[in-house]
């Protein structure tokens, strides 16, 4: 299912090859394709990275396979297997997308589904998104598991002709690319080795440079690709004593996605946010961490000798609801040295998020992804924390919201 110069047909799988150039010669050591605890995507692999990777590999690369790494993120992660070497498999059936086989770029088919050579194209796909969901389906088939209504014609028939079951019953461990690979491409020595060099460039390059979209993170875990619907709340407290308070707030929220700004909005969206970047004085309009659309809610304020809390909600509010909101958020700031902000991907573990705005320190508590905690940390200080730094990590965030109030005990 590769693309050669030199057209060559390797079996009823494949398509034609480009080979690409070796490294030195070595044992080829490929991952399970599953993921798992001890086999998961490295903290590195990120749509940005990759989307870099791939412009250095084809400086043509046409504009609609710019979102094609999120894609390989977003369906790989649902599937769980290993994604980033199914991406560069996929760079090596297609030349880094340059297609130089037989299938072309508008078929979407960026693992060579049904391409057998000699001119045989093999299927196509509507999207770039329902492409990258045929090869994954296809791996994943292949390891072992079977697919229910694949997307790929060739999967389903594969899986109805049992082709692969007695190959598939001699392992007694789990399946590996280089495995796959020799049953892929039968005819391709070199077909495991083209897939591990084109991953051992990424990581010795692109994986060790600073992520150019971290957001695409985001985007790969926001479901659909629409803009994410979001809750924007702020708390701000002048006593420790409004812990227990803010817990409660807080968990009222839990399922929904908090972040940073009520912003400057002059109409409330659900799905769409002025969201402000600490330290700077650019406004940003970027896409939060998804959640749960919010009620209508207009801006509340519980006053005591101790404590004060005020909440703006612009997710599905009217005009005159975030108008209010944004009056009293712009109010609190001025009367604060400290906030505590709440924001999130979802997560079970949390971190706090610090970062300092006109003089005033802001504490985000933050959650997070088990195995995610660094890269999602890293993003959400990118997009809107500019210039911020994790002061810890904690178990749930709870813990992480109690030791918030105890950095800022008074707003």
């Known amino acids: 299912m590769l693309q050669r110069s030199a057209p060559l047909i390797v079996s009823a799988f494949a398509t034609t090859v480009v080979m690409l150039p070796l490294s ?21 692999v990120t749509p940005g990275r990759l989307t870099s990777y791939l412009k250095n590999n084809n400086p043509r690369l046409k504009t609609k396979f710019k979102t094609i790494a999120t894609e390989y993120m977003r369906h790989g992660e649902r599937l769980g297997l290993r994604w980033d070497y199914a991406f560069f498999q996929m760079a090596v059936e297609t030349g880094f997308l340059k297609f130089t086989g037989d299938v072309k770029p508008h078929q979407n088919n960026f693992a060579g589904l049904g391409a057998t050579g000699g001119g045989v194209r093999g299927e ?126 807080t968990a009222s929220r839990a399922d929904g996605r908090s972040a940073l700004g009520a912003g400057k909005s002059k109409t409330a969206k659900a799905d769409t946010a002025n969201v402000k970047v600490l330290n700077t004085q650019a406004k940003a309009k970027a896409e939060l961490p998804q959640g749960k659309s919010a009620s209508a809610s207009t801006a509340k304020k519980t006053t005591s000798k101790t404590k004060e809390f005020k909440t703006a909600s612009i997710a599905g509010a009217a005009h005159q609801a ?63 924390a500019k210039g911020g730094s994790m002061v810890d990590k904690f178990a749930n965030p709870d813990q992480a919201l109690e030791k918030a109030f105890e950095l800022c005990p008074e707003g």
């Open 24 to 44: 030195p010669a070595h044992a080829v050591s490929l991952p399970a394709i599953k993921a798992s605890s001890k086999n998961a995507v490295p903290e590195c």
């Open 124 to 249: 196509s796909f509507k999207t770039v998104a329902s492409g990258v969901k045929a090869h994954l389906e296809h791996l994943l088939m292949y390891a072992g598991t079977r697919i229910e209504n694949p997307t790929a014609e060739r999967t389903r028939k594969i899986q109805e002709w049992k082709i692969l079951a007695k190959w598939q019953g001699t392992f007694k461990r789990p399946m590996t690319f280089k495995d796959m690979a020799r049953k892929w491409a039968p005819g391709s020595r070199g077909y495991p080795r083209d897939i591990e060099f084109v991953g051992e460039r990424f990581f010795s390059s692109s994986c060790k440079q600073p992520d150019p979209q971290p957001e695409l993170v985001l985007a790969a875990r926001g479901g659909s690709g629409s803009k994410p619907k979001t809750n924007h709340t702020i708390t701000t407290a002048k006593a420790k004593k409004a812990t227990k308070s803010a817990k409660s707030r």
């Open 322 to 384: 975030a108008t209010s909101a944004n009056s009293q958020a712009k109010t609190s700031a001025n009367q604060a040295t400290c906030r505590v902000w709440s924001a999130s991907y979802g997560g079970t573990k949390a971190v706090i998020i610090k970062a300092v705005d006109n003089k005033i320190v802001n504490y985000t508590v933050l959650k997070v992804n088990d195995g995610r905690v660094q890269p999602e940390a890293k993003a959400y200080i990118h997009a809107y």
